[in-house]
């Protein structure tokens, strides 16, 4: 029973450097999203997608790119990392059901961009 | 600009009492409201929710209440137990997506 599954859990990039964060679910959920949560702060939307081929940009999407070509799978990438890109980074999913659209999360990945 | 706050970043409470987490908002399009908990190296998971036209949601121990008109609601949590030592948000739905508020520490002392 994975649910939604990310990977790494941890990673240190220098600055300038790129890579992906990886986010898969097992659920058949049409939405999904990365939020990234800094210190002391609530989790802020970065991308989201509605469906395979469909993203769209959440309230801080600077930095960042997305690609859903499947349902399944929803990847982030950092092109060229900087220090204020160093946070926990969310993937989750969702479905609506009535008025309801519960959100399940993902562990985390744990990035330090130095 | 913060549309969903809360103002307590900790909260501590003994074993069995209850506990109550408050959460206030700004944006009067939020049409659905959400608790969710989340422990360490864990990702949230949904506690509760409540539609804007409800002003109450129980499930368990877990209650949620709503106030639209001064825009806030609280979780209350009876009887408290050491297992919902976590770190707890509060989130407000518009349209796809969710707004979160910056969470409580919630601790339940034995």
């Known amino acids: 029973n994975a649910g939604v599954t990310q990977t790494p859990k941890f990673r240190i990039l220098k600055i300038g450097q790129s890579m992906t964060l990886q986010c898969a679910q097992d659920?058949?959920?049409?939405?999904m999203y990365w939020y990234r949560q800094d210190p002391g702060m609530g989790l802020k939307l970065i991308y989201y997608?509605?469906?395979?081929?469909?993203?769209d940009k959440g309230e801080v999407p600077n930095g960042y790119n997305v690609s859903r070509s499947t349902t399944e799978d929803f990847p982030l990438r950092l092109e060229l990392a900087a220090p204020s890109q160093t946070s926990v980074y969310f993937c989750?999913?969702?479905?609506?059901?009535?008025?309801?659209?519960?959100?399940?999360f993902g562990a985390g990945t744990r990035l330090s961009v130095l | 600009d913060q549309q969903v706050k809360q103002n307590s970043p900790s909260l501590s409470v003994q074993e069995g009492r209850i506990s109550i987490l408050n959460c206030d908002y700004t944006?009067?399009?939020?049409?659905?409201f959400l608790w969710y908990k989340k422990y360490p190296a864990e990702g949230p998971t949904f506690l509760i929710s409540?539609?804007?036209?409800?002003d109450k949601n129980e499930d368990g121990r877990f209650t949620v209440f709503l106030n639209k008109s001064a825009k806030h609601l609280s979780l209350h949590i009876v009887p408290s137990q050491p297992g919902d030592s976590a770190v707890y948000f509060c989130?407000?739905?518009?349209?796809?997506?969710?707004?979160f508020g910056a969470g409580t520490i919630l601790r339940v002392k034995s």
């Open positions: 989750a999913s969702s479905y609506w059901v009535a008025s309801k659209n519960i959100q399940y």
């Open positions: 659920m058949n959920h049409n939405y």
């Open positions: 997608s509605v469906g395979a081929g469909i993203t």
């Open positions: 944006n009067s399009m939020f049409d659905y």
């Open positions: 409540i539609s804007s036209i409800k």
């Open positions: 989130a407000a739905r518009y349209g796809n997506k969710l707004v």
